[in-house]
């Protein structure tokens, strides 16, 4: 910032960028012109607040994604979840989520959260692969926006005798409000009596309260939390998983 000496007007002197520095505190001094006394002096606080502009665009974390799901995986499943970052506050900073292609209506995302799931059967025969590609934009004005992209293998299912089963119907876990996102949260576990890749299982999260505040390893069944929790707001939420 610079200053006008004579008029005591405070100018912008050189880029400014909320996301960086949001606010500054600047000491001001004010001196009279005597010539034959001592000359007296004062000085005083400004405190400047950057008001935020919509100059960032949302940013995908990871830049892209990648998920393998069974062809047998039921209508509704979630397959995989994306996040968008915007440092942007207000409206500027809320981020939705959109299918430049659901092929079809095969596929779906929440616009909200993130969340992607299929929403028609899939056939490893048919088609093996799916590239998605999903736009974030914010809700500024104008609105910014960046693309990300999924790749979605069709993983074949041979046909197998015995369907995968929980040891337990409910399980129940707890987790600090202040805890990290990716923390362990608990894990479940399920039991399948075929044998070779019939027998291997895979863990999905097919409903409940928690989408998008839950994620799940689909190779180990482990739990974990994928934002801040807050107690306050929310102190319990239930998954289906599949």
């Keep these: 910032f610079g200053i006008d000496s004579e008029t005591g007007i405070v100018f912008v002197a050189s880029q400014l960028d909320r996301e960086t520095f949001p606010m500054f505190s600047l000491k001001i001094e004010v001196r009279d012109k005597a010539e034959k006394v001592t000359r007296r002096s004062a ?6 607040i950057v008001d935020d502009v919509n100059d960032c665009s949302p940013v995908f974390v990871p ?5 393998r799901v069974p062809e047998d995986l039921p209508p509704g499943a979630v397959i995989t979840w994306v996040q968008a970052q915007d440092p942007d506050v207000g409206p500027g900073g809320q981020v ?7 092929f079809q ?11 992607l799931r299929i929403t028609m059967d899939l056939d490893f025969e048919t088609k093996q692969f799916f590239n998605l590609t999903i736009l974030a934009a914010d809700k500024g004005v104008p609105s910014l926006q960046s693309q990300t992209f999924v790749e979605v293998e069709v ?15 409910a399980v129940r876990g707890s987790v600090k409000e202040n805890s990290r996102a990716g923390t362990s949260v608990l894990t479940v576990s399920a039991k399948d009596d075929d044998k070779g890749r019939d027998g291997v299982l895979g863990y999905f999260i097919h409903g409940g309260s928690g989408l ?6 689909e190779d180990t069944g482990v739990i974990y ?13 239930w998954l289906t998983v599949f």
């Design 155 to 169: 993983v074949n299912i041979n046909e197998n005798l015995y369907a995968p089963y929980f040891t337990e119907f």
């Design 63 to 67: 830049s892209s994604y990648s998920t």
């Design 105 to 115: 209506g095969t596929f779906e995302i929440d616009v909200v959260t993130g969340v």
């Design 43 to 48: 000085v005083t606080t400004l405190n400047v």
């Design 225 to 237: 939390t994928a934002g801040n929790l807050d107690c306050e707001t929310r102190n319990s939420y």
């Design 212 to 217: 998008g505040t839950f994620t799940i390893d």
């Design 96 to 102: 939705r989520y959109s299918l430049v292609n659901d």
